[in-house]
C-alpha cells in the first residue's frame, strides 16, 4: 500500500501548486493530515500551512467534510473507501527552504507543499509530477534525487520514496535547465543549474568530482548512497544552501560560477565550491548523522538540542580544509579563509554573551530571527563552532603529539552515530573526543562550548606554526584575513554599521559600549550629517579618516520624523580583524603537526 501523492504547477502567474494525496485505507476514526511546521536542517518554526490557499477531501467523487484542528493539522470524516486530500498551496519563496512558482520555473521543499498522512508516515509513497497547462513549460525538465518509477530521466512522470520522511527530503527544480554529469568514487552524481549563468561545466564537474571524491574517502561512502544531485540557482543576489539525503538546494551569485579559460580559483568560485564542500558533508554530519532530539522529531513543533555546533560548527570547519586536502585552493589561500572566520567572530560582541549551547538551544527564536541587537546578544553556532572544531582539532594533534586528530573523532562519530542510526544523544560528542582521544576534555568543552571567554586560538594556532594576527577594519568591504598596510585603516570608530536603505543612509547595527550608542544613536535612525557635513553610505569612510581619537563632534539624524543633534565622542577601533600566516621558523616537530593537520 502506498500514499499516492501528485502536484501540478496549476496556475504559475498565480504562484499556486495544486497538490492531491490518495489514501488507500484512511483511519475509520477519522484520518488527519498535518503539514509540517519546520524543514529539517532549518531551525526555526516557519508554518507551511500558512500557504494553504484551499483544502478539501473526497471519496469516491463525493465530498468528504473536513475540520481544521489547529494551525497545521485537517481531519477528515470517517471513510471506508479510498480518501483523497485536494490542496491549492501558494508558492513564492524564492529561498533553499521554500517552495517558488512563476511562468519560469517550479520548485519545491516536500514540508511545503505535502501534508502527512497522520500514523501513516511508514507507508511508501509515490509522487506524480505533472506539466502544467497550456503552453508555459513547454521546454521544462525535471531535476530530483527522488527514485524515477516510470518517469523519463529529468522528465515529468511518477517517482517513488520509501516513506514519508523520504518524500519531503528531495527537493525538485523544474524549468530551463543546464546540467552536467559526472562520477564521484563510482557514484553518478549531477548538478543542474537554473538562471542565465553561463559557465565552464565541464571544469565544473572536474572540480565538483575532485572535491566529492576527498569528502568520500574521508568517512567512507554510507551504504545507501547510490546517487547525488546538486540544485543550483544562480542569480544576481543571494547565498545559501539546504542539506539533503540525497542531494543539495544551492543559491548562489552567477558570477561564482567558472567561465570557460578561468585557471584559477577567484573569490567568488572559492565562495561557490566551499558552499558545495559545506552541503556535501552535510550529507554525512546532519542526514546520517544526528541529534537525537532532531531524529525523534515529527516537525510539528521545535527540537530542542545544544549540539547543533556540532552538526554546523564541524561541518563549517571541514568545509574548507576539504578544499585545500582536495587540492583546489591553497595554504594562503586556506588561513585566509580562517582568518575570514575569526574576524566574522570577533566583530560581535554576542561571543561575550551568549555560549554555542546556548546559541544551538536558542536557534528556534534568535539565530534565524536576527535584529539589530543580534551581533551585541547572539553567537553563530556556525562560525564559533567551526572555530571550537579547530581549537579542538589542534589541541588533540598537540596533546597526543600527532597520534590523533579530529580526524579519528570523527571516523568514530560516523561508526557509532552514522552507521548505526542512532541518534546522538546531548553528551555524545564530548564522551566520544574523550573516549578516542584519552585526553581529559572536560575544561576545554567547558569553557568553549557552554563558557563565552576567548577561544585560545593564537596558541594553539602557534603550536602548528600559524601565526595569528589582529588589526583593525580598513571599510565596510573589509572581510579579514589578509594584512593591510596600518596607514589604510581610519584612525577612528563609529562604532555602528550603516545601511542604504530607500535613498537614505540607516544606523543598522550599533554596537554596545561604542562611540554611536555612547551618544545616543538608535538601530533604525537615519544619518543626515556628521561635522555639519552630509554623512552617507559612500563618503563615511573618507570621513572618519579626518578625525582622532576623543574628537567630539556633532552628528544629526532622523528618528521617525523628529531631528536630533547629538555628540558623539571617537575611539581608537578595535582590532577585530584576523590575518593569519606561516611561521617559517619552526623545529622539524611543528612543521610536520602542520603538514598533518593541513594535508589529512
Known amino acids: 500500500m502506498a500514499h499516492r501523492y501528485s502536484i501540478i504547477p496549476s496556475d504559475p502567474a498565480a504562484h499556486l501548486f495544486e497538490v492531491r494525496v490518495t489514501v488507500e485505507k484512511p483511519d475509520p476514526e477519522g484520518q488527519r493530515f498535518a503539514m509540517p511546521a519546520w524543514i529539517p536542517g532549518s531551525y526555526m518554526i516557519r508554518d507551511y500551512a500558512r500557504n494553504v490557499v484551499s483544502i478539501r477531501a473526497e471519496s469516491g467523487g463525493v465530498d468528504v467534510p473536513l475540520t481544521k484542528t489547529d494551525k497545521s493539522t485537517w481531519s477528515a470524516a470517517n471513510s471506508e473507501r479510498e480518501l483523497t486530500l485536494v490542496l491549492e498551496v501558494f508558492a513564492h ?7 517558488h512558482l512563476d511562468t519560469t520555473h517550479a520548485y519545491f521543499n516536500g514540508p511545503c507543499v505535502f501534508p502527512a498522512v497522520v500514523g501513516q508516515q511508514q507507508e ?11 503552453s508555459v513549460g513547454d521546454d521544462w525538465r525535471v531535476a530530483t534525487s527522488m527514485n524515477r518509477a516510470g518517469a523519463e530521466e529529468y522528465g515529468f512522470g511518477t517517482y517513488t520514496a520509501a516513506d514519508y520522511d523520504e518524500l519531503i527530503d528531495h527537493p525538485v527544480e523544474i524549468g530551463q535547465l543546464s546540467i552536467g554529469e559526472f562520477e564521484a568514487a563510482g557514484i553518478p552524481h549531477a548538478i543542474a543549474i537554473r538562471g542565465t549563468a553561463p559557465c565552464d561545466m565541464a ?7 575532485t572535491l566529492c571524491e576527498q569528502h568520500l574517502s574521508f568517512l567512507g561512502k554510507p551504504d545507501d548512497l547510490d546517487r547525488y544531485l ?35 580559483v577567484d573569490e567568488g568560485y572559492r565562495t561557490l565550491l566551499g558552499l558545495v564542500s559545506h552541503e556535501y558533508f552535510h550529507l554525512w554530519n546532519v542526514k546520517r548523522i544526528r541529534p537525537a532530539a532532531v531524529a525523534e522529531s515529527d516537525l510539528t513543533t521545535e527540537a530542542y538540542t545544544e549540539l547543533l555546533w556540532v552538526f554546523e560548527g564541524i561541518t563549517s570547519y571541514y568545509d574548507d ?13 586556506y588561513l585566509e579563509l580562517v582568518g575570514r572566520t575569526i574576524t566574522r567572530m570577533q566583530r560581535g560582541a554576542g561571543r561575550t554573551r551568549q555560549s554555542v549551547a546556548e546559541s544551538s538551544f536558542d536557534a528556534w527564536i534568535k539565530l534565524y530571527k536576527r535584529d539589530a541587537n543580534a551581533p551585541n546578544a547572539i553567537v553563530s553556532y556556525y562560525v564559533k563552532g567551526a572555530l571550537i572544531s579547530l581549537c579542538l582539532d589542534l589541541k ?23 552507521q548505526s542510526g542512532e541518534g546522538m544523544p546531548e553528551g555524545g560528542f564530548e564522551s566520544l573526543c574523550v573516549e578516542i582521544t584519552g585526553l581529559d576534555l572536560g575544561d576545554f568543552f567547558d569553557a568553549a562550548v557552554r563558557g563565552t571567554g576567548e577561544l585560545p586560538l593564537a596558541a594553539l594556532l602557534r603550536s602548528h606554526g600559524v601565526d595569528l594576527n589582529m588589526r583593525a577594519t580598513v571599510d565596510r568591504l573589509d572581510k579579514g584575513g589578509t594584512k593591510r598596510e596600518r596607514a589604510a585603516m581610519p584612525p577612528v570608530s563609529l562604532g555602528a554599521t550603516l545601511l542604504e536603505k530607500n535613498g537614505k543612509v540607516e544606523f543598522a547595527e550599533v554596537a554596545n559600549g561604542g562611540p554611536a550608542e ?12 556628521l561635522d555639519g557635513l552630509a554623512l552617507t553610505h559612500a563618503n563615511v569612510g573618507q570621513r572618519l579618516k579626518r578625525f582622532r581619537p576623543n574628537d567630539k563632534m556633532s552628528l544629526v539624524v532622523f528618528r521617525g520624523d523628529e531631528l536630533l543633534t547629538l555628540k558623539i565622542v571617537f575611539e581608537a577601533p578595535p582590532e577585530d580583524t584576523a590575518w593569519l600566516e606561516l611561521d617559517t621558523d619552526v623545529d622539524v616537530h611543528v612543521e610536520a603537526r602542520r ?6
Open 396 to 418: 588533540i594533534r598537540q596533546e597526543t603529539k600527532g597520534k590523533q586528530s579530529l580526524d579519528d573523532v570523527m571516523h568514530a562519530v560516523w561508526e557509532r552515530y552514522g
Open 124 to 134: 511508501a509513497c509515490e509522487l506524480e509530477i505533472l506539466a502544467p497547462y497550456g
Open 595 to 600: 603538514a598533518a593537520w593541513l594535508a589529512g
Open 321 to 333: 580544509l576539504m578544499l585545500l586536502r582536495s587540492g583546489l585552493i591553497g595554504e594562503a589561500s
Open 518 to 529: 555612547e551618544a545616543g544613536v538608535s538601530p533604525g535612525d537615519i544619518a543626515v550629517a
Open 230 to 264: 546538486f540544485l543550483l540557482h544562480a542569480t544576481g543576489s543571494g547565498y545559501g544552501g539546504l542539506e539533503h539525503r540525497w542531494s543539495s538546494s544551492l543559491v548562489c551569485l552567477r558570477d561564482c560560477l567558472p567561465w570557460k579559460g578561468q585557471e584559477e
Open 93 to 99: 519563496d524564492e529561498s533553499v527552504r521554500g517552495a
Open 203 to 209: 571544469r565544473l564537474c572536474h572540480d565538483l568530482k
